[in-house]
């Protein structure tokens, strides 16, 4: 779909179903979701009331309070969050003797429906050791080539089924509008159609026009919606909440169609399985409770066939009870809930409501027709298919041949800045550079955040294949040298490079700092100017 054609179905609203409908029939390659309904009514049909809520819950690894709690619930999905590794270490085979384990559970259960595994493989695989690490979305961004973030995706892709994980929490598909947003890097720009293009652009490398494939994973667009759009609130000495971070979007619905439903349009079209639903409120209600935009625009207006999972405890946001909040949001249209340690509480919740009338069964149907069907495109539901990981792919992990993939991603991401003089293209008898700057020569900043960990740190990244650096991502060739600060001597530099804070300013001053799409190394004058 053209990127004019995406802005103008967003723009046009409740009034253009029918024309959303026929451009999503144009962009979309790869089978329909609902055409496994007639595979997925056998089985639900033979399903227990506590058979489809397990589906409909998801647990974190680590928060499992037994391993047999995926058979004993019926556990439709396992993550692992940012800082969720296997107890035995954070190697590929450490992940592959996990996730094949917690597989195999699932399939001990009476009808065998297999577990979605799910990580935030956001940059690369990255929570992995070995793993190839890409450079974040605001960098792929500035790249503006769909063709190379289709194949990052794929390459991340790989990694993931050489480890079993089969679900990734990918791509972020935010339009940042206030650079303090701690989360801005997650974004590929502040343009809609730029957002919308490389959107798709991954949901296609993630999960290939078939997604049945054993190489292919579910891919999950995020956050619906508005993430990128709250407005800044000043917060008491001492309060932990963030100014913007899981805030409030104040706009009407027409100014959030503009701008953040456009990537939804593209990921929709391009075949996105499952989406994940954003904490922020807009216009002071949460996202994970409104049933407008859940139901009567995603789903309805825009035809998305696949299944909604809210992000971490946010179901709970909703209301100060509990057992409110799950009937508000499993109403509205949440699918699955994501309850890392809290599941078996989810579970029980929801049977109630059930049982009171207050969540009706047709509802439940509804949530796990989409779960299954989703399942059943992906193959998990043949019996005759091995569902683990792919030890073929182990070969491949970390390899040259994804590593130049982010070197070309690396080179491309960067942006020149400022060109006095004419700076680049560097002279041939350039004999040093000076780059300056606190992430200068730390890769850990440079990664940024989910890198093994769930926030980042500062310092040595283990055993990550990220040609981050510019010297990694082969692109300087005269001699270096780095400090800390530009106010370091550099008067023998013939060029001084300084790079960017590695996170967007965070001051609680209500004055907004300048937008910008793409925020990376920035090349400066030659020294002395």
Same mark, same amino acid.
Request: charged residues 25%; aromatic residues 6%; glycine residues 10%.
């Given at each position: 779909m053209r990127r004019r054609d995406i802005l103008t179905a967003a723009a046009l609203g409740s009034t253009a179903p029918l024309m959303l409908r026929l451009a999503l029939a144009h962009a979309a390659t790869s089978r329909r979701l609902s055409s496994f309904d007639e595979r997925v009514e056998g089985l639900l049909a033979q399903m227990t009331l506590d058979e489809k809520l397990g589906q409909m819950t998801q647990a974190e690894l680590g928060k499992l309070e037994h391993e047999d709690d995926v058979e004993r619930y019926f556990l439709g999905s396992v993550l692992s969050g940012g800082d969720a590794d296997p107890p035995t270490g954070n190697g590929m085979r450490d992940w592959q003797r996990t996730i094949d384990a917690l597989i195999g559970r699932s399939q001990r259960t009476r009808l065998k429906i297999p577990i979605l595994y799910g990580v935030d493989a956001v940059h690369g695989h990255s929570n992995v050791e070995g793993a190839t690490l890409f450079p974040h979305n605001v960098g792929l961004g500035c790249t503006r080539d769909a063709a190379l973030v289709e194949a990052a995706a794929r390459v991340t892709a790989l990694e993931m089924r050489a480890t079993g994980a089969q679900w990734t929490f990918a791509p972020c598909i935010a339009v940042p509008r206030d650079e303090r947003w701690g989360r801005t890097y997650e974004?590929?720009?502040?343009?809609?159609?730029?957002?919308?293009?490389?959107?798709?652009?991954?949901?296609?490398?993630?999960?290939?026009?078939?997604?049945?494939?054993?190489?292919? =994973?579910?891919?999950?667009?995020?956050?619906? @919606?508005?993430?990128?759009?709250?407005?800044?609130?000043?917060?008491?000495?001492?309060?932990?909440?963030?100014?913007?971070?899981?805030?409030?979007?104040?706009?009407?619905?027409?100014?959030?169609?503009? @701008?953040?439903?456009?990537?939804?349009?593209?990921?929709?079209?391009?075949?996105?399985?499952?989406? %994940?639903?954003?904490?922020?409120?807009?216009?002071?209600? &949460?996202?994970?409770?409104?049933?407008?935009?859940?139901?009567?625009?995603?789903?309805?207006?825009?035809?998305?066939e696949g299944?909604?999972?809210?992000?971490?405890?946010?179901?709970?946001?909703?209301?100060? *009870?509990?057992?409110?909040? =799950? %009937?508000?949001? =499993?109403?509205?249209? %949440?699918? %699955?809930?994501?309850?890392?340690?809290?599941?078996?509480?989810?579970?029980?919740?929801?049977?109630?409501?059930?049982?009171?009338?207050? =969540?009706?069964?047709?509802?439940? *149907?509804?949530?796990?027709?989409?779960?299954?069907?989703?399942?059943?495109?992906?193959?998990?539901?043949?019996?005759?298919?091995?569902?683990?990981?792919?030890?073929?792919?182990?070969?491949?992990?970390?390899?040259?041949?994804?590593?130049?993939?982010?070197?070309?991603?690396?080179?491309?991401?960067?942006?020149?800045?400022?060109? *006095?003089?004419?700076?680049?293209?560097?002279? &041939?008898?350039? !004999?040093?550079?000076?780059?300056?700057?606190?992430? !200068?020569?730390?890769?850990?900043?440079?990664?940024?955040?989910?890198?093994?960990?769930?926030?980042?740190?500062?310092?040595?990244?283990?055993?990550l294949a990220c040609p981050t650096a510019p010297t990694e991502a082969g692109l300087l060739a005269p001699t270096l040298r780095w400090s800390s600060s530009a106010k370091r001597p550099t008067q023998r530099a013939s060029v001084i490079a300084r790079t960017s804070r590695s996170r967007p300013a965070t001051s609680r001053s209500s004055k907004r700092s300048p937008r910008s799409t793409c925020r990376s190394s920035s090349w400066s004058t030659p020294a002395g100017r």
């Open positions: 974004g590929f720009a502040e343009d809609p159609a730029v957002v919308a293009e490389l959107g798709a652009a991954a949901v296609r490398g993630f999960q290939t026009q078939d997604l049945g494939s054993p190489r292919s =994973v579910l891919a999950c667009a995020k956050h619906f @919606v508005g993430d990128g759009g709250t407005t800044y609130q000043e917060r008491p000495q001492g309060s932990r909440a963030a100014p913007l971070d899981q805030g409030d979007t104040r706009v009407d619905e027409a100014t959030l169609r503009r @701008v953040h439903l456009p990537g939804y349009i593209a990921a929709v079209g391009a075949g996105v399985g499952s989406i %994940m639903v954003s904490y922020n409120s807009w216009n002071g209600v &949460k996202v994970s409770g409104i049933r407008r935009l859940l139901t009567e625009i995603l789903k309805g207006e825009l035809g998305f299944f909604l999972i809210s992000d971490y405890y946010a179901i709970g946001q909703i209301d100060g *009870d509990y057992k409110t909040a =799950v %009937m508000t949001s =499993v109403n509205a249209g %949440m699918d %699955m809930a994501m309850e890392p340690a809290g599941y078996a509480r989810f579970i029980a919740t929801l049977r109630s409501l059930v049982e009171e009338g207050r =969540v009706r069964l047709a509802r439940i *149907d509804d949530a796990v027709t989409r779960i299954l069907r989703v399942k059943a495109a992906m193959g998990l539901l043949d019996t005759r298919r091995s569902q683990v990981s792919d030890p073929a792919l182990a070969r491949e992990f970390g390899s040259a041949k994804h590593r130049e993939v982010a070197r070309r991603a690396v080179r491309e991401s960067i942006v020149l800045l400022k060109n *006095d003089d004419r700076v680049l293209p560097l002279a &041939k008898t350039a !004999a040093r550079i000076h780059v300056a700057g606190k992430a !200068a020569d730390d890769i850990g900043m440079q990664c940024g955040g989910w890198t093994v960990t769930w926030q980042g740190k500062p310092g040595a990244v283990p055993r």
